[in-house]
């Protein structure tokens, strides 16, 4: 059975960057041809793609974030992880990972409340 479990600080200041970790049990992240992604879903709002990594190392990221956005990985640990620079409010939002096979999104992790706030 694959799970995703986002771990990370669930307060964060503005300015600073946001980091969260997506640890995967159950599959590699390396395994042909899984795409591992990142989500968000703000207060009130709907569900947002961020970006995501594949299972040859490859990025790709939202437009509207991607000055801002940077997703790497540690195939030791089986994890990949988010990194948001320069967060806002409007950065305040459930963050959660998934993975994505051919184009359908088959597992979630269980999500993780990130607050932008002094």
């Known amino acids: 059975q694959v799970q995703l479990q986002e771990s990370g600080p669930g307060l964060v200041k503005p300015s600073q960057t946001l980091s969260l970790t997506c640890t995967v049990s159950?599959?590699?992240?390396?395994?042909?041809?899984?795409?591992w992604t990142w989500i968000r879903q703000p207060p009130g709002k709907g569900l947002e793609w961020m970006g995501a990594i594949n299972y040859s190392g490859g990025t790709f990221y939202s437009p509207s974030l991607k000055s801002r956005t940077s997703i790497s990985r540690d195939t030791s640990k089986n994890q990949f992880t988010l990194q948001l620079r320069y967060v806002t409010h409007e950065d305040t939002a459930v963050y959660y990972c998934?993975?994505?096979?051919?184009?359908?999104?088959?597992?979630w992790g269980q999500g993780t409340q990130v607050t932008v706030s002094s």
């Open positions: 159950g599959a590699s992240i390396t395994t042909n041809y899984y795409f």
């Open positions: 998934a993975r994505d096979f051919h184009e359908r999104r088959d597992v």
